[in-house]
């Protein structure tokens, strides 16, 4: 295990940031740190970082507990959401600035800048200053400066979230093919489940100060472990009192009845178009309504008008009475609150 | 902040603020008051004590008006407007802040004295200048020229116009464009530079001792008062005078760190 | 029939229709032109009157007997002196306070206790108190009288004295905003690669702020070649020994010698004037470039 957190507890003044937080991050993994604005990820990750102390609670990296070492000890690769650039001083400075410190013989500075510039797509932009760049090339840039100290572990504190869309898409799949290449134990912590879930081999999920659910994305999506994180994690919309996601629905015209015991009537709302899927919002017979999501052909098929009667049921569920089997994950009961599970 | 430089840096720095400012400043009312307050207010209401005072007042009360609307007219030319030679206003402005208030004063002699540039045009239609008081009035007005341009000017910029382009499609004229939106957002730095120029008019000493002859009891304004008590051996008058001035400088601070202004103004135009 | 409230036509003028359809004239317009010509107009005609025309005259009056005259008044020995006295007093005022002014302002930025407002309001006392009551105040604290038993009247340790308490204000609010602007996610960043504290001060904070605080010293030494009030006090005005150039300055006007007096006030004028125009360049040149 490269970060063992064990039940670490932050307040500032009288807000809590963290509440009794435990999680391990597996080493070489890529683990983000998810969860609403304000829900206490980047205290954590600053609190692994030795940049913040925990109330309570104690961190160790590779197996050394470093609860009280300051930052500098560390070994641990840092960037922030605004890059911190040293702005007086060039791109390849910046990348240098690590070695510099450790007093590393100046032809193996020069050598690693070269490498790490290279790695990171900058080598043609080595003399200029970080102003002179765009947002993504900074980012770059204070993670080639974050990896020339060889840090155990990588700590990216919503790295991407400054960034316009296209170039976050394009760094998302970068970082992810640098990580494969280099294999350092990565931390991210973002507010964006879709990064999260496209980038990282796992997801600790975090709220109000208190860990969630912790998991591979594929498995939270499907199993998740209360509402927060069915909501949080993908569409979610509500049918006979249970939560199910919009696109494990089905739409049939009035005429053509499913076979789903459970089916319900009702009519048809709205009709929006969003390129790929198809948003049909529904009315339901007495009372209640739900959304489904259909691609665009099987709404091309139905034809759709608001105003149609339809039947909606469920995909996703035998049509059986069984309930379907406990969505907890087993490490974390103490933390969650459990709720009617997904039927 | 690291512990171990806290308190030498503390210290340090303070002492240094207390030994050159604080104390001086003390002292001066402790020496103004030292033989009790009826001598002190003897001192202050001599004839020629309040004949400084009166001139001190008069003189500000025609100076900082001219110099603020001047101000408040060149920060909006130069906010608002584009045109060559802008950036040579804007320098132009500068000039007093760096020109020694003695230089200040004997230019204006060289222009409205008797052997100056206007002198002859002046002498003929009985107008003096220096030796009197427009020559106060405009040596004083002429050192605190910059600083209502040097407050006012960064706020209208960082405003913009589009509040005022509003009220215009709204309706309004200039004037009420200027009284209902620019005014009311260019307050505070209107008010502290304000502030900084009376406080300028009323310290000026340099050009004003030029420019006055320092004729007691007819040109000599509160500062020239102080120094020349001083040199006649009168302690008492110059530390009560000093007091009042020093009074006026609290009065002065106080403006100052009430609207608490970001520094940033007068410091942000600095090399030129 | 024509529009009501329909806008006139191009190049007409001040003439137009009122929104009830009545020909009226457009004040605004005409004010607006009137503003336009007029008020940079009666600006520039303020400013020439107060600065641009006094100091053309001063140039020309300095000029007027010749270059040789000029060269004259300006290597009298006396001018000579004050001269140097004055330039080598702002110049070691000016380091002085920038250290001073900076470790202020750090305390002030960086440090939690109480009566920060206060030790904030005293900064600006000298910036807001007459020079004459300054140079007043130092009197009465260093001079004869002091309560300390030192005497620093018609010293030039005095002289340093008055020009250090009025510079002070330029050299601390030069750097405050810098500093408390500071991003502190950078030294975080120069912590977490290994910096020490000293390391981090040294390689990351000072360089940021060396262009405030060399502006802060430029505006004190500029300040501080012009001082007058203040210095004329506490100096005694010692011939050659402690006459600053600006005192210099007066005792050739009194005593009627104006070209003389214009001369060394040209020479007074352009070094200070060079030396904010060289920290303007040197903070042009260092201050890392910027994007558009």
């Known amino acids: 295990m490269s970060i063992i957190v064990d039940g670490v507890s932050k307040r500032f003044g009288d807000a809590v940031a963290l509440d009794d937080v435990s999680l391990e991050v597996p080493t070489g993994s890529l683990t983000a740190l998810l969860g609403p604005s304000g829900g206490g990820k980047s205290t954590l990750l600053r609190i692994i970082a030795g940049l913040d102390e925990p109330d309570r609670g104690s961190i160790r990296i590779e197996g050394e507990d470093l609860t009280g070492t300051p930052a ?51 080598s043609h932009l080595g003399d200029r200053y970080p102003s002179q760049l765009s947002g993504g090339q900074r980012q770059r840039m204070a993670l080639a400066r974050a990896l020339a100290i060889e840090p155990k572990v990588l700590l990216l504190d919503e790295p991407f979230g400054a960034l316009d869309a296209q170039v976050r898409q394009q760094l998302r799949q970068w970082l992810r093919e640098l990580h494969s290449t280099l294999h350092v134990t990565t931390v991210l912590v973002t507010h964006d489940q879709e990064e999260a879930m496209e980038v990282a081999d796992r997801l600790a999920i975090i709220n109000h100060g208190r860990l969630e659910q912790l998991g591979t994305p594929a498995h939270m999506y499907d199993h998740p472990a209360n509402e927060f994180v069915l909501t949080f994690l993908g569409p979610a919309t509500e049918l006979d009192g249970a939560w199910v996601r919009p696109h494990d629905l089905v739409v ?14 009702g009519t048809v709302a709205r009709v929006t178009h969003l390129g790929f899927e198809v948003r049909v919002d529904v009315d339901l017979d007495p009372e209640g309504s739900c959304w489904v999501q259909l691609s665009r052909g099987a709404a091309g098929e139905l034809d759709l008008q608001p105003g149609d009667r339809v039947w909606v049921a469920r995909t996703d569920v035998p049509a059986d009475d069984e309930p379907p089997p406990s969505v907890v994950e087993e490490h974390h009961e103490r933390h969650l609150v459990t709720v009617p599970p997904l039927s | ?82 045109f060559p030679g802008a950036w040579l206003l804007d320098a132009f402005v500068d000039i007093p802040l760096a020109l020694s208030p003695v230089v200040i004063g004997l230019s204006l002699i060289l222009v409205y004295g008797k052997t100056g540039w206007f002198g002859n045009w002046l002498a003929a239609r009985g107008i003096t200048v220096i030796f009197s008081v427009p020559g106060i009035v405009m040596a004083s007005a002429a ?89 006649n051996l009168d302690p008492a008058g110059a530390y009560t005078g000093a007091v009042v001035l020093a009074l006026f400088a609290l009065a002065v601070l106080t403006v100052l760190t009430v609207t608490d202004r970001r520094r940033e103004s007068w410091h942000g135009r600095a090399a030129k | ?43 520039v005609t303020y400013l020439s009157l107060l600065v641009l025309l006094p100091l053309a005259a001063l140039l020309s009056n300095a000029l007027s007997g010749g270059p040789a005259a000029f060269w004259r008044a300006v290597t009298q020995p006396e001018a000579v002196a004050a001269l140097e006295l004055t330039l080598v007093a702002s110049l070691i005022v000016a380091l002085v306070n920038s250290v001073a002014g900076l470790a202020i302002a750090w305390v002030l930025v960086r440090d939690q206790f109480r009566g920060k407002a ?35 009247a018609g010293t030039r340790l005095g002289i340093g004295c008055a020009l250090a308490f009025v510079t ?68 005694g005005n010692l011939p050659f020994k402690t006459e600053v ?47 558009v």
């Open chain 1, 72 to 122: 500098r000890k560390r070994g641990v690769g840092f960037c922030f959401q605004h890059y911190a650039p040293f702005r007086h001083l060039t791109v390849r400075r910046n990348v240098a600035f690590g070695l510099e410190i450790r007093r590393r013989p100046k032809a193996e500075v020069k050598a690693r800048v070269d490498e790490l510039l290279e790695l990171v797509g900058l």
């Open chain 1, 252 to 265: 049939h015209p009035a005429a053509d009845r499913p076979d789903h015991p459970k089916a319900r009537q």
């Open chain 2, 1 to 82: 902040m690291t512990g171990r430089w806290r308190w030498p840096l503390r210290i340090g720095a303070l002492g240094y603020l207390a030994v050159l400012v604080a104390l001086p400043v003390g002292t001066v009312f402790y020496r103004a008051f030292d033989h009790g307050l009826a001598a002190a207010w003897d001192a202050i209401t001599t004839t020629d004590a309040l004949h400084a005072l009166w001139l001190t007042v008069l003189v500000a009360c025609i100076a900082v008006p001219l110099d603020t609307i001047f101000g408040v007219g060149v920060s909006l030319i130069l906010a608002r407007h584009r």
């Open chain 2, 143 to 231: 050192v605190a020229l910059p600083y209502v341009v040097r407050e006012v000017l960064p706020v209208l910029q960082e405003l913009g116009t589009e509040q005022e382009q509003a009220a215009r499609t709204l309706g309004a004229g200039p004037w009420a464009v200027f009284r209902r939106i620019t005014l009311p957002n260019i307050r505070r730095g209107l008010a502290y530079g304000i502030t900084l120029t009376t406080a300028r008019v009323l310290g000026e000493f340099g050009a004003v001792a030029i420019v006055s002859g320092a004729i007691a009891g007819k040109t000599e304004t509160l500062t020239l008062y102080i120094s020349d008590s001083i040199e």
């Open chain 3, 1 to 43: 029939m024509a529009d009501v409230g329909a806008p006139a036509p191009p190049g007409s003028g001040p003439a137009t229709r009122l929104l009830d359809g009545r020909p009226g004239v457009d004040l605004s317009a005409v004010g607006r032109r009137a503003a336009r010509i007029g008020g940079p107009a009666l600006a």
């Open chain 3, 118 to 152: 206060l030790v904030s309001a005293l900064i600006d006392l000298p910036f807001a108190l007459p020079t004459v009551v300054a140079g007043l105040t130092l009197l009465a604290l260093y001079g004869p009288d002091s309560p300390f038993g030192v005497n620093l």
């Open chain 3, 168 to 235: 002070l204000p330029f050299c601390v609010r030069s750097v405050q905003p810098v500093l408390a602007e500071l991003d502190r996610e950078t030294e975080e960043a120069a912590a977490s690669l290994g910096a020490k504290n000293t390391q981090v001060v040294r390689r990351i904070v000072l360089p940021s702020i060396a262009p405030a605080v060399l502006a802060g010293a430029g505006l004190a030494f500029a300040r501080a070649v012009g001082e007058f009030g203040s210095v004329v006090l506490i100096s």
């Open chain 3, 245 to 291: 150039a600006s005192s210099w300055i007066f005792s050739l006007s009194q005593s009627g010698d104006l070209s003389a007096a214009s001369a060394v006030s040209v020479v007074l004028v352009l070094i200070s004037l060079s030396v904010l125009l060289a920290i303007g360049w040197m903070r042009r040149r260092f201050d890392a470039p910027e994007t």
